[in-house]
């Protein structure tokens, strides 16, 4: 049986990035409207077809919006969100096509470029502080065309073969990747090379991490790019890449965010976390419908984490461990 799965699991992720490479030479030679309302339309199509992710999405928002919103105005939200993540991969293919910066920026706007080239100059890295809104694997592109040489930081896909062709977009633009569980120190070290390292804070994930308030609830956070910063004194910038109105987009590069260095290293870097997460969240309260509300950002909690750490803790007495 365990076989029969594995099996039908390759075909679906063939089929999958099969679809993909179909659609984005298909967005290549389309009208950009025409294209951006496949996307949007694509996206609709998946909101109604996906039951469990329609939930998660109507759910979270519930979480975030349900005291000032209507349940109806709720799920025009939701179904507004699945339609920009089609319009975002519209954009990104579209960019995959674009060679020279002239082409890539002629209808991108680009705000805040000046805070990017004086933190280079400074010879220590950037560390890109971006967060899953709008096209965000889009900023990755910008970047080199921008002249940043740039890596990302992420986690590797299920799907093999999508975590291939997504490699390989990148790649194309100069773009490096290292997986999420790459050493420290090579991290560190792309950073000393005056590179910048893309990477994301926004999620809820496994790793070491701390809370931050995200519309008033505890949020667990990633705590490594307070960790590195403090370690490589690379600037911090928060950096979006998101839908206008008209349906085309802008880049918007923060200006840096300085670090709190008191000497209390623990203390320092979950304060620090706070400071990006709180620019995060401001654009996300701003730019509701772009980000990624399918994902539970509160699903860990602090009460059920303290509980883990005391079995951990008992454990290790148990058998002797430190």
Same mark, same amino acid.
């Given at each position: 049986m365990g076989s029969f799965k594995k099996k039908r699991r390759k075909i679906r992720y063939a089929l999958l990035v099969a679809v993909i490479k179909v659609l984005v030479a298909l967005i290549r030679v389309l009208p950009r409207k025409v294209a951006m309302a496949l996307g949007g339309s694509l996206g609709t199509l998946i909101f109604r077809l996906m039951k469990g992710e329609r939930r998660k999405t109507v759910t979270n928002l519930t979480t975030a919006y349900g005291r000032d919103k209507s349940a109806a105005a709720i799920a025009a939200m939701a179904r507004e969100v699945w339609r920009n993540l089609g319009k975002s991969g519209v954009e990104f293919a579209i960019r995959m096509g674009q060679e020279t910066p002239e082409d890539f920026f002629r209808d991108l706007e680009? !705000? %805040?470029?000046? !805070?990017?080239?004086?933190? !280079?100059?400074?010879?220590?890295?950037?560390? %890109? +502080?971006?967060? !899953? /809104?709008?096209?965000?694997?889009? /900023?990755? +592109?910008? +970047?080199p065309m921008l002249g940043i040489p740039t890596t990302a930081v992420g986690k590797k896909l299920a799907n093999e073969r999508l975590n291939a062709l997504v490699f390989e977009f990148r790649g194309k633009k100069g =773009?490096? @990747? +290292?997986? *999420?569980?790459?050493?420290?120190k090579a991290i560190l070290q792309v950073l000393r090379e005056n590179n910048l390292i893309a990477i994301l804070i926004d999620q809820d994930t496994d790793v070491r991490g701390v809370f931050v308030d995200f519309y008033g609830k505890p949020a667990y956070t990633p705590i490594g790019a307070a960790m590195l910063a403090m370690d490589s004194s690379a600037p911090v910038l928060p950096m979006f890449y998101l839908k206008k109105p008209d349906d085309t987009f802008m880049f918007i590069i923060e200006k840096e965010i300085p670090l709190? *260095? @008191?000497?209390? *290293? *623990?203390?320092? /870097?979950e304060e620090n976390t706070r400071r990006f997460h709180r620019v995060i969240e401001k654009y996300i309260k701003e730019y509701p419908t772009q980000w990624v509300? /399918?994902?539970? &950002?509160? #699903?860990? &909690?602090?009460? =059920?984490?303290?509980?883990? #750490?005391?079995r951990k803790a008992v454990g290790r007495r148990a058998t002797g461990g430190n």
């Amino acid at each position: 049986m365990g076989s029969f799965k594995k099996k039908r699991r390759k075909i679906r992720y063939a089929l999958l990035v099969a679809v993909i490479k179909v659609l984005v030479a298909l967005i290549r030679v389309l009208p950009r409207k025409v294209a951006m309302a496949l996307g949007g339309s694509l996206g609709t199509l998946i909101f109604r077809l996906m039951k469990g992710e329609r939930r998660k999405t109507v759910t979270n928002l519930t979480t975030a919006y349900g005291r000032d919103k209507s349940a109806a105005a709720i799920a025009a939200m939701a179904r507004e969100v699945w339609r920009n993540l089609g319009k975002s991969g519209v954009e990104f293919a579209i960019r995959m096509g674009q060679e020279t910066p002239e082409d890539f920026f002629r209808d991108l706007e680009v !705000h %805040g470029n000046e !805070h990017l080239q004086a933190a !280079h100059a400074q010879g220590k890295g950037i560390l %890109g +502080l971006m967060s !899953h /809104m709008g096209c965000w694997e889009g /900023m990755a +592109l910008a +970047l080199p065309m921008l002249g940043i040489p740039t890596t990302a930081v992420g986690k590797k896909l299920a799907n093999e073969r999508l975590n291939a062709l997504v490699f390989e977009f990148r790649g194309k633009k100069g =773009v490096s @990747t +290292l997986a *999420r569980g790459s050493s420290y120190k090579a991290i560190l070290q792309v950073l000393r090379e005056n590179n910048l390292i893309a990477i994301l804070i926004d999620q809820d994930t496994d790793v070491r991490g701390v809370f931050v308030d995200f519309y008033g609830k505890p949020a667990y956070t990633p705590i490594g790019a307070a960790m590195l910063a403090m370690d490589s004194s690379a600037p911090v910038l928060p950096m979006f890449y998101l839908k206008k109105p008209d349906d085309t987009f802008m880049f918007i590069i923060e200006k840096e965010i300085p670090l709190v *260095r @008191t000497g209390n *290293r *623990r203390e320092d /870097m979950e304060e620090n976390t706070r400071r990006f997460h709180r620019v995060i969240e401001k654009y996300i309260k701003e730019y509701p419908t772009q980000w990624v509300w /399918m994902h539970n &950002r509160w #699903k860990t &909690r602090p009460e =059920v984490l303290e509980k883990k #750490k005391k079995r951990k803790a008992v454990g290790r007495r148990a058998t002797g461990g430190n």
